[in-house]
């Protein structure tokens, strides 16, 4: 599962990873990224474009927006099987932009939060699928993250992780025309040998709480 990540990086840095045009005024730098906040993805609707996109997914048919909380994510195994994502599997891909995220482990009585992101400190793109809910107040663009297996170094923490795109993936998930029986290769765990991980303070348990100090190693001795 991913229930929270970060998108820090100033946003020059952004545009300059993706290659893609950003509303600067739209931006906020995120260290607690949570459903329902409106955060950057590229998509199939304009690959030159980062948008901003609610998080958790609402199709076009739910009756009200309160299913998006309920599909924060979507698992890579069953994406051709269900109709809810089969449909936008097709057509309505995108990169979702972040440079870590958390994932939280049983130890005792306490869950503790990891932060998890690249070796090289890389932006990386989560394969995300999106949809267009319309009401008589508009529409909402809202997204998924694709969950996969996880990779072995992460297996001790969970049981699932966001499918990490390798860079040269990337393009390929935003081709509307790249053949959908070839996704399956695509959406596999990122090696671990390319992620790092260390505990933090539980504070990034409230979503309200958003601040560097959240992705800053944990000192135990504390």
């Given at each position: 599962?991913c229930?929270?990540?970060?998108?820090f990086?100033?946003v020059q840095?952004?545009?300059?990873?993706?290659n893609a045009?950003?509303d600067?005024?739209?931006?906020?730098?995120s260290?607690?990224?949570a459903?329902?906040?409106?955060l950057p993805?590229?998509?199939?609707l304009?690959?030159e474009k980062i948008?901003?996109?609610?998080w958790?997914?609402?199709?076009?048919?739910?009756?009200d927006?309160s299913i998006?909380s309920r599909?924060?994510n979507?698992r890579?195994?069953t994406l051709?099987?269900k109709?809810s994502f089969r449909?936008?599997?097709r057509?309505r891909?995108c990169?979702v932009?972040?440079d870590?995220?958390y994932?939280w482990?049983?130890?005792?009585?306490?869950?503790q939060?990891?932060y998890i992101?690249?070796k090289d400190?890389?932006l990386?793109?989560?394969?995300g699928?999106w949809d267009?809910?319309?009401s008589?107040?508009?529409?909402i663009?809202s997204?998924?993250?694709?969950?996969?297996?996880?990779?072995?170094?992460?297996?001790?923490?969970?049981?699932?992780?966001?499918?990490?795109?390798?860079h040269e993936?990337?393009k390929?998930?935003i081709n509307?025309?790249f053949?959908?029986?070839?996704?399956?290769e695509?959406?596999i765990?990122?090696?671990?040998?390319?992620?790092?991980?260390?505990p933090?303070?539980?504070?990034?348990n409230?979503p309200?709480n958003n601040?560097?100090a959240?992705?800053?190693?944990?000192?135990?001795d504390?």
């Open positions: 599962m229930g929270r990540y970060t998108v990086r100033e840095e952004i545009k300059a990873r993706f045009w950003i600067e005024g739209l931006y906020k730098r260290f607690n990224a459903p329902s906040h409106l993805v590229v998509s199939t304009d690959p948008s901003f996109f609610r958790g997914l609402i199709p076009s048919w739910a009756k927006l998006g599909m924060i979507a890579a195994e051709h099987e109709p449909s936008l599997l057509s891909r990169l932009i972040a870590g995220y994932e482990k049983q130890e005792g009585k306490i869950k939060p990891y992101c690249r400190n890389d990386f793109a989560f394969a699928l267009i809910w319309k008589n107040d508009g529409e663009y997204f998924t993250i694709i969950t996969t297996t996880p990779n072995p170094e992460l297996a001790g923490l969970h049981h699932r992780m966001p499918v990490i795109l390798a993936h990337e390929n998930w509307p025309d053949p959908v029986q070839e996704l399956r695509i959406l765990p990122l090696e671990d040998e390319q992620l790092t991980y260390h933090v303070s539980r504070e990034v409230i309200s601040n560097a959240l992705v800053a190693p944990l000192n135990r504390q």
